[in-house]
């Protein structure tokens, strides 16, 4: 029955006009011991087709989408962006050791002052802190793409800035200038398949202007144990 109830509120969801991938989602688990597995390269895993029931471990680590969502928002495309990474799973691990409900690699929460991964992965707070100042970052060292980009059409997709942003989340800001400075011929592919250009598709026209551009940022992980 949960498997059923699942499936029927992805459709609901798909209904509303978030972009799922209709490809599988690779292999995840919630064994925290996967956390040392070494990292390849930016691994992002693609969302199961909204006809197709799947189990979760509802009692466990539930999806957690807040209804209802208002399309455009940060609320939207955080939300949308965790259920395409995780399933919305904020104990998600995923065979490359990729960690949490956005997935983050251990290079990433370095660089955002984030070293206990443990800690990380029981702290819901401390993801969704982390995933705003990564926005803030990115939007930084994309602040002259984001300006001279948006609005423009790029191999027939609409170029704006939370396109951008989903992007360099999957497969770092630099692979997103190469894209733009190829005009679209250098797109960037996880371990799963999944492009810079998908990741630009899916995630076009969420208003995220309430998270502003910022050169240095860190989280204090210890705030939120």
């Given at each position: 029955?949960?498997?059923?109830?699942?499936?029927v509120?992805?459709?609901?969801?798909?209904?509303?006009?978030?972009?799922?991938?209709?490809?599988?989602?690779?292999?995840?688990?919630?064994n925290?011991?996967?956390?040392?597995?070494?990292?390849?390269?930016?691994?992002?895993?693609?969302?199961?087709?909204?006809?197709?029931?799947?189990?979760?471990?509802?009692?466990?680590?539930?999806?957690?989408?807040?209804?209802?969502?208002?399309?455009?928002?940060?609320?939207?495309?955080?939300e949308?962006?965790?259920?395409?990474?995780?399933?919305?799973?904020?104990?998600?691990?995923?065979?490359?050791?990729?960690?949490?409900?956005?997935?983050?690699?251990?290079?990433?929460?370095?660089?955002?002052?984030?070293?206990?991964?443990?800690?990380?992965?029981?702290?819901?707070?401390?993801?969704e802190?982390?995933?705003?100042?990564?926005?803030?970052?990115?939007?930084?060292?994309?602040?002259?793409?984001?300006?001279?980009?948006?609005?423009?059409?790029?191999?027939?997709?609409?170029?704006?800035?939370?396109?951008?942003?989903?992007?360099?989340?999957?497969a770092?800001?630099?692979?997103?200038?190469?894209?733009?400075?190829?005009?679209?011929?250098?797109?960037?592919?996880?371990?799963?398949?999944?492009?810079?250009?998908?990741?630009?598709?899916?995630?076009?026209?969420?208003?995220?202007?309430?998270?502003?551009?910022?050169q240095?940022?860190?989280?204090?992980?210890?705030?939120?144990?």
């Amino acid at each position: 029955m949960k498997e059923v109830l699942i499936a029927v509120g992805i459709s609901s969801l798909a209904l509303l006009g978030y972009g799922f991938s209709t490809s599988s989602i690779p292999e995840v688990s919630d064994n925290l011991s996967i956390k040392s597995a070494p990292l390849f390269s930016k691994n992002k895993g693609l969302m199961p087709s909204p006809a197709i029931s799947v189990a979760l471990s509802v009692e466990k680590d539930p999806v957690n989408i807040p209804f209802p969502l208002v399309a455009g928002d940060y609320i939207a495309f955080k939300e949308a962006l965790g259920f395409k990474e995780s399933r919305g799973r904020y104990r998600c691990v995923n065979t490359l050791g990729y960690m949490g409900k956005y997935q983050f690699g251990k290079a990433t929460l370095a660089v955002l002052g984030i070293q206990d991964t443990l800690s990380f992965l029981h702290s819901p707070q401390l993801q969704e802190a982390v995933l705003e100042a990564n926005i803030a970052r990115n939007k930084w060292i994309l602040r002259q793409e984001i300006a001279y980009a948006s609005g423009k059409t790029i191999n027939g997709i609409r170029i704006t800035e939370s396109g951008l942003i989903a992007a360099a989340h999957l497969a770092g800001p630099g692979n997103v200038k190469k894209y733009l400075r190829s005009n679209g011929g250098k797109s960037m592919e996880d371990a799963y398949g999944t492009s810079v250009e998908d990741y630009i598709r899916h995630f076009a026209g969420y208003n995220l202007s309430t998270i502003k551009a910022k050169q240095k940022v860190r989280v204090n992980g210890e705030h939120y144990k």
